[in-house]
T-cell receptor, first 112, second 112 residues
Framework: GQQVMQIPQYQHVQEGEDFTTYCNSS?????IQWYKQRPGGHPVFLIQ?????EVKKQKRLTFQFGEAKKNSSLHITATQTTDVGTYFC????????????FGKGTLLTVNP | DTEVTQTPKHLVMGMTNKKSLKCEQH?????MYWYKQKAKKPPELMFV???????INESVPSRFSPECPNSSLLNLHLHALQPEDSALYLC???????????FGPGTRLTVT
């Protein structure tokens, strides 16, 4: 079945450093969604990418969808303590793989 | 109103008890979901309702019984649970099936 791998599992950075998390799917995706979950909180939607090669920016966050629609990345520039949390990608498969599969998440901690 | 509400926030139940989790959204979303999330793991999809009809059941044991009384409400009936069912149960809704999801704060369930 469809699998979505996400790396790294953990990332600890100093405030001001950049951070990137990567997702790879075993199958071509219809779209990929990104969520952030603060410690003790619930997942909050960040963005959805649909088009091959798409790049979207939200302030210090940059999201990319690969040309083959099988991989994606989230890059945060100049991290802040408010960026702490677990970042999940969730890939929506197409055709017979029509299901939303979450990656295992990347836990980001930021040292002030 | 972009909020999904869930009650109760916390629930402790014995293995012979029957209890229900409730979820409500007033965004006019057509799809509603139940997820189970264990600590340090991604949300795991349990059920999807689309237009008040069960569209996806991810092979969930029958001790979990979902119900969608109307387009705004989603319940999860619990009976004869096991200690390994202890987890955070998240409800979510979306405008389109498996699209951008709004998560509720969750019910933290402990089975003793």
């Amino acid at each position: 079945g469809q699998q979505v791998m996400q790396i790294p599992q953990y990332q600890h950075v100093q405030e001001g450093e950049d951070f990137t998390t990567y997702c790879n799917s075993s199958t071509t995706l219809s779209n990929i969604q990104w969520y952030k979950q603060r410690p003790g909180g619930h997942p909050v939607f960040l963005i959805q990418l649909v088009k091959s090669g798409e790049v979207k920016k939200q302030k210090r966050l940059t999201f990319q969808f690969g040309e083959a629609k099988k991989n994606s990345s989230l890059h945060i520039t100049a991290t802040q303590t408010t960026d702490v949390g677990t970042y999940f990608c969730a890939g929506l498969g197409g055709g017979s793989n029509y299901k939303l599969t979450f990656g295992k998440g990347t836990l980001l901690t930021v040292n002030p | 109103d972009t909020e999904v509400t869930q009650t109760p926030k916390h629930l402790v139940m014995g293995m012979t008890n029957k209890k229900s989790l409730k979820c409500e959204q007033h965004m006019g979303h057509r799809a509603m979901y139940w997820y189970k999330q264990k600590a340090k793991k991604p949300p795991e999809l349990m059920f999807v309702y689309s237009y008040e009809k069960l569209s996806i059941n991810e092979s969930v044991p029958s001790r979990f019984s979902p119900e969608c009384p109307n387009s705004s409400l989603l319940n999860l009936h619990l009976h004869a649970l096991q200690p390994e069912d202890s987890a955070l149960y998240l409800c979510a809704s979306s405008q389109v099936d498996l699209g951008k999801q709004y998560f509720g704060p969750g019910t933290r369930l402990t089975v003793t």
